[in-house]
């Protein structure tokens, strides 16, 4: 998203909610407020709160629709997986494209990347509460790795959470830690190695 939201009478709420979506990947989840979401679609505060209580309620919205930019990612990568053959290796191979995506988008929106999983005061953030939603499609090739035989189905508890931890985790050591310098060949070659890692601990 770039430049000035534009707002059309009567749909106020969504396009406040992209003008938060625009403050959080130029600026994180800090960014997002009634008064600075107000200003870029071109309408008075008061006209917002109409919509949003507080800049709490504000960055839920935008949370909300961080998540789903990022699912809408997994989903066009896992749209390009070749389904025949071995349903476990099928399995393993949507397992893979969802790793690429997540880290993709991580880094090619850090500020929405931020503001989904940041910790907003006084809300509750349930990952998997969203319908179709990034932990769901996750949990779901986690599932055809256990039909597929290659995941025992002991090892299927908690799993998406050791899987969800490895990628996140490398997304913020390039984003904000000492892997920020890596030259682009090494940073695909540590994704592959990472999502290597997982597979085989699963």
């Known amino acids: 998203m770039s430049g000035r939201t534009q707002y059309h009478h009567?749909?106020?709420?969504?396009?406040?909610?992209?003008?938060?979506?625009?403050?959080a990947e130029q600026g994180g989840p800090d960014a997002v407020g009634i008064?600075?979401?107000a200003?870029?679609?071109?309408?008075?505060p008061t006209?917002?709160?109409?919509h949003f209580a507080n800049a709490m309620d504000l960055q839920c919205a935008v949370q909300e629709c961080a998540f789903e930019s990022l699912a809408t990612a997994m989903r066009k990568e896992l749209a390009m997986v070749d389904l025949?053959?071995?349903?476990?290796?099928?399995?393993?191979?949507?397992?893979?494209?969802?790793?690429?995506a997540y880290v993709r988008h991580g880094l090619d929106e850090p500020g929405l990347f931020?503001?989904?999983?940041?910790?907003?005061?006084?809300?509750?953030?349930?990952?998997?509460?969203?319908?179709d939603n990034a932990f769901e499609i996750l949990g779901q090739t986690l599932d055809d790795?256990?039909?597929?035989?290659?995941?025992?189905?002991?090892?299927?508890?908690?799993a998406e959470f050791a899987a969800w931890s490895a990628v996140h985790g490398l997304v913020r050591l390039i984003l904000d830690g000492p892997l920020a310098d890596l030259d682009e060949v090494s940073r695909d070659a540590l994704?592959?190695?990472?999502?290597?890692?997982?597979?085989?601990?699963?």
């Open 145 to 158: 790795l256990v039909v597929g035989g290659y995941l025992s189905a002991e090892r299927r508890p908690l």
């Open 39 to 44: 200003r870029q679609v071109g309408v008075t």
């Open 191 to 202: 994704v592959e190695r990472t999502l290597d890692m997982v597979a085989r601990g699963l």
């Open 47 to 50: 006209a917002a709160y109409r």
């Open 114 to 131: 931020r503001t989904a999983f940041v910790s907003i005061d006084g809300a509750s953030m349930e990952p998997g509460r969203r319908a």
């Open 10 to 23: 009567g749909d106020l709420r969504n396009a406040l909610i992209r003008a938060g979506a625009e403050l």
């Open 35 to 37: 008064r600075a979401a």
């Open 84 to 100: 025949e053959g071995d349903p476990a290796k099928v399995a393993m191979r949507r397992l893979y494209a969802i790793g690429r």
